[in-house]
């Protein structure tokens, strides 16, 4: 579970790695490098360089290093939270994700927060947010569970 970066990592981590995950849940991440490069605030257009990578000369790396290159793998129930209005990782990054992995057929659950940014601002969006992952993690630990008892 991670959020903004973290949420990235979850991504990128259960994409590469599905065995070690049972269950993913991320926050406002970012889940393709280039379609992030373009979106991003303006003020953060001169980092994206350094930060990120050049879509054209970083053009392997930059795939390597995206989330939605890695879906196949994706097997694990998922969990991703988006604000509606972030500004920094837009919710387009994460219809990308769930889009493509609910056409697959994959356990994949979408909470985005109508009135919220870039994580949780708001008390009542804090609540909702970890009643979910809360409830999230809840279910897919009772259904290991009756997994490993069979």
Partial sequence: MGGSYGGYMSLLLH???PEYFRAVVDICGVSNLFSFVKTVPDFWQPMMEKWVGNPERD????????????????????LIIQGANDPR??????????????????N????????????????????????????F????????????EE
Avoid: C, W
């Fill in 15 to 17: 994409g590469r790695h």
């Fill in 89 to 106: 990782v837009v919710k387009e990054e994460s219809d990308q994700v769930v889009d493509r992995l609910k056409d697959m057929g994959r």
């Fill in 108 to 135: 994949i659950e979408y909470l985005v927060l109508e009135n919220e940014g870039h994580g949780f601002s708001k008390k009542e969006n804090k609540m909702k947010a970890y009643r979910k992952i809360f409830e």
């Fill in 137 to 148: 993690f809840e279910k897919h630990r009772l259904y290991l569970a009756a997994q490993l």
């Fill in 59 to 78: 053009y392997e790396k930059m795939k390597a290093d995206s989330p939605v290159t890695y879906l196949e793998n994706m097997t694990q129930p998922m």
